[in-house]
DNA sequence: CGGACACTGAAACAAATAGTTCAGAGTGGG
DNA sequence: CCCACTCTGAACTATTTGTTTCAGTGTCCG
């Protein structure tokens, strides 16, 4: 394939790039080619970068300079759009459409687009406004598969306000960390397919001592869903012998961004103290 | 027709142009866009005519300037190449399009789409082989963020084949479990920005022993790469302060499924066992 | 630790591009 | 045949773009 030579020469050439370049390089990756098309300080600006950088990697790539990399794409633009009408490529481009990478993120996007459809954008908000409200506890648990994504949120919810605890629901000292939940406070239930009894128990105890439930369960809905003030259903359909849990994940960060969003200015002062903690511990390396 | 705007206003303005004008009508519309997409200079050139009868030209059709004029050009193009697929509906059909819901969603699929497009699948193939080798221990560690992910990941893999460690990169508990690693085995690193010093001086040392080292980083790379056999890059980007790792748990589930296949014949008889497990501590419910 | 090295972007500089002016060529009507 | 008009591009100016230099910063390695 000698139309897609500039696209390739970039992915390549990927490894050998410095921090800086690689920034760039994803950018003109991201919607090949057309941020390349633009002036060189659009481009800079768009990939967070220098105009200097941009042109020190079009000359790593071996062009002359960054109109001879635009001129490159410009013909391979052309070279595309009058050839034959491009077929609704697969995802993963280089492989076969049967190669389980199409298959598996093919039946994903169906997952989102299904459970995408479903949601009740109303009912998100509102939910959303609750694990922001600060006057209440949070707690979050998650079954066999699910623990995993209620530690994810509950990590995510922990930076981002005070009064969030994780509770496994799959040892034996979850009825302990019930002695803290009151009214108002808010249960997050994570509970997919073989639903799991003690998640349906926890649900039924905390709904009697007042909380809001909110559950996070598959398109065939966790037994939980009767204590639950409040059910989101992601489809977690998959070519394999488990369920997905990608979508159920996005929905997860959604959540965040939009918990996050309406305790921006208290979140923003606990991010940066945090920040400090960090640089305290020198757990990150500072660059590359 | 939004799509085409400029395309119909050059051919609607046909008729009221000026001789030179038509003739640089007529090469724009020759091989559109692409005669716009260069320097005014060479459009000129390529039309036969000067460059102010270019610039009175499209200032006649209602654009400022040249340049105003090519960004037409680009955004159209743009729409026309991302074509059907870019102009879905928002995902959340009841919510509108600017709804954290669908730029979220929109968001992650971009990265799903650009991440896949960059995965090699011989790659994949090979690592897929590496994890099911049940010949080798396998070894899978996280950091702050993606430990939830290593976990998962583990989870899956413990299911499927024996000799699986999780290694938390977290603790300072790692150097005690490198004490198992041996010449020919697997390390699967996650790695994400704000890179990890544990997560590299597990890697090295891992490398050193003669361990194999998978990585699973972002589009910028940790630089763990240097010591990994194998690095694959998930896009991360998200409207949210934070990351996301959909794409990284996509990836995740689609490797399980590879390596299961793989391992089929083995992992039926340890599924079923497992089963036989679950029935005895009645952790699942038989029926909702 | 400390020196060598590599990476990065601000700023200065060079080159091209885009826009403007204006004189001359062409055209049509009186 | 001449005048008034429009159109056109050469030449100039202003602006933006592309390139180079250089000093600061962080990383690596002994």
């Known amino acids: 394939m000698t139309s897609q030579t500039t696209r390739e020469l970039l992915k390549r050439a990927e490894p050998d790039l410095t921090r800086a370049e690689r920034q760039l390089c994803a950018t003109l ?52 759009i009058s050839g034959p009408i491009a077929k609704h490529e697969s995802w993963a481009g280089q492989a076969p459409e049967e190669h389980l990478l199409n298959r598996f993120t093919e039946s994903v996007i169906g997952n989102i687009r299904q459970t995408l459809a479903q949601i009740d954008p109303a009912r998100f908000d509102e939910v959303a406004a609750l694990l922001a409200d600060e006057g209440r506890r949070l707690f979050v648990t998650g079954g066999r598969i699910t623990r995993t994504l209620a530690e994810y949120l509950f990590m995510h919810l922990q930076v981002i306000r005070p009064g969030v605890s994780l509770v496994p629901a799959t040892s034996n000292a979850w009825p302990h960390a019930m002695l803290d939940m009151g009214e108002g406070d808010v249960l997050v239930v994570f509970d997919v397919r073989r639903y ?29 869903a009767k204590h639950a003030a409040c059910t989101f259903n992601c489809r977690i359909e998959a070519p394999s012998a488990w369920d997905s849990m990608v979508v159920v994940m996005l929905f997860c960060e959604t959540l965040v961004a939009a918990v996050e969003n309406r305790t921006w200015e208290r979140t923003k002062a606990r991010m940066s103290e945090l920040e400090e903690l960090f640089d305290a511990t020198r757990i990150f390396r500072k660059f590359v």
């Open 196 to 224: 799991e009894n003690t998640a349906l128990k926890m649900a039924k105890l905390a709904s009697k001592r007042g909380l809001k439930v909110v559950l996070i369960t598959d398109q065939w809905q966790s037994p939980v």
């Open 29 to 80: 990756l991201h919607n090949y080619p057309m941020s390349g098309l633009g002036s060189i300080t659009r481009l800079a600006e768009k990939a967070g970068v220098s105009t200097p950088t941009v042109v020190r990697m079009v000359q790593k790539l071996g062009f002359s300079g960054f109109p001879a990399f635009q001129a490159a794409l410009r013909d391979e633009l052309e070279a595309q």
